[in-house]
């Protein structure tokens, strides 16, 4: 299947199925990649030795030269440190305003490797080959970043990738752990979105949860499907683009307090959004609204609750450095009803201090 995602001249296709990373050269003619210039592989050390050899082979016979970079897997990867080494090499395999980087991973690789490609040289071609569940949502809408030890995510820029090249065969060697993390952000999407989406995705969580390849392509193309229009329709972050953010103000805040790595951002994300179900239904939500959030997140296996010893101040002021922060008052995404969401900006931090103690106590 191809989706695109609608930017006027920026517009750029979405390839998901079987078998693509064996025609990758010939997804990249057809973006318009030049082979005169040298192009950038960028990968962790899990995800290589699994595919990097086929992707940079099938490129290779199809005319292109290929360097490749690999960093260490995981989120602490995502710093300023590993992007200046990316950028040294890139200056030394001699990347120019033509060249391409590709990042061949998750949304670790893809967020980095894209930070690398919008600002070198003020920006260079970018193509994503995502290789997680979860990256059918990161690798969508070109927002890439590094982490700052503070907050995550704090540098940054705007920057489409020309293809993303989704290749569901990689997801077999997916760990269980990451498995579910990826799921997370698939219900996200039918939670801000579709109703009738969040609903299939509790139905077939045990398919999901097994990789059942035509459950696998239906989600992932559901939740690109909703990614692309929302972003389509606001590529800026000047309005709705923010309810991709259901669960991410407190998630992110878990991530950076509990230290990167330590909840894996789909299982941050997790317990956000069973925090954020739980301040909707307290503001006048639909009835049922927390506990059917909460049934389809342990449905897929996902955390809902917060460890005892997590410091709630430490939470709140992660929060406060949070670009979701405007004017002293706190913007965040509550859901209404299952499938709608309101982006509130008149949430005072003690209600979101107070859900947080519950989350805590909810522990059995
Ligand atoms: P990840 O990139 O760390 O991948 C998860 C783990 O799986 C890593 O250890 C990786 O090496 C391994 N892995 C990847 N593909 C594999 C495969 N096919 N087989 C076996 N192992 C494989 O993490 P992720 O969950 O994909 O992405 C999380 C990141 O995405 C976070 O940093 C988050 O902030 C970011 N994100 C960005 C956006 C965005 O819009 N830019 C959206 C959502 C999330
Ligand atoms: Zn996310």
Redesign the pocket.
């Known amino acids: 299947t191809t989706l695109t995602v609608e930017l006027g001249e920026r517009s750029y296709p979405i390839v998901i199925g079987g078998g693509l990373l064996d025609s990758a050269a010939e997804h990249l003619r057809a973006v318009g990649v030049p082979d005169k210039s040298p192009l950038m592989i960028v990968t962790?050390?899990?995800?290589a030795p699994?595919?990097l050899e086929k992707l940079e082979s099938e490129l290779t016979n199809g005319g292109y030269r290929v360097v490749s970079a690999v960093v260490p897997?995981?989120?602490a990867t995502?710093s300023l440190t590993v992007y200046n080494d990316l950028i040294t090499q890139a200056i030394e395999a001699g990347l120019d305003r033509s060249s391409a980087i590709l990042a061949l991973?998750?949304?670790?690789?893809?967020?980095l490797a894209?930070y690398v490609a919008g600002t070198y040289m003020r920006g260079i071609r970018f193509i994503q080959v995502?290789?997680?569940i979860?990256?059918h949502?990161?690798s969508?809408?070109g927002?890439?970043?590094v982490?700052h030890p503070l907050a995550?995510?704090m540098i940054g820029v705007f920057h489409q990738p020309e293809l993303v090249l989704y290749d569901v065969d990689?997801?077999?060697?997916?760990?269980p752990r990451?498995v579910r993390?990826?799921l997370s952000?698939m219900v996200k999407h039918g939670l801000i979105w579709d109703r009738a989406f969040a609903g299939w995705c509790w139905d077939n969580a045990p398919r999901l949860l097994a990789l059942d390849p035509e459950a696998l392509i239906y989600g992932l193309e559901k939740g690109c499907a909703i990614k692309a229009q929302i972003v389509s329709r606001d590529e800026r972050e000047n309005d709705l683009r923010a309810i991709?953010n259901l669960g991410h103000t407190l998630g992110h805040a878990i991530e950076a307090v509990a230290g990167y790595g330590r909840f894996?951002?789909?299982e941050a994300i997790a317990v956000g959004m069973a925090a954020a179900a739980l301040l909707g239904e307290e503001r006048g939500g639909e009835t049922g609204l927390y506990g059917e959030t909460m049934l389809m997140l342990r449905a897929l296996e996902l955390p809902v609750t917060l460890p005892e010893d997590m410091d709630t101040e430490a939470l709140m002021s992660a929060m406060q450095r949070d670009k979701k922060f405007r004017e002293g008052k706190m913007v965040y995404i509550v859901p209404t009803e299952i499938g709608r969401v309101e982006i509130a900006n008149d949430v005072e931090a003690d209600a979101i201090r107070d859900i947080i103690e519950r989350l805590k106590e909810k522990e059995e």
């Open positions: 962790d050390d899990n995800v699994l595919y897997a995981g989120e995502k991973g998750g949304g670790v690789v893809g967020d894209g995502p290789t997680t979860l990256a949502d990161s969508v809408g927002k890439v970043a982490n995550k995510n990689t997801l077999s060697t997916l760990p990451e993390a990826g952000e991709l894996l951002h789909g």
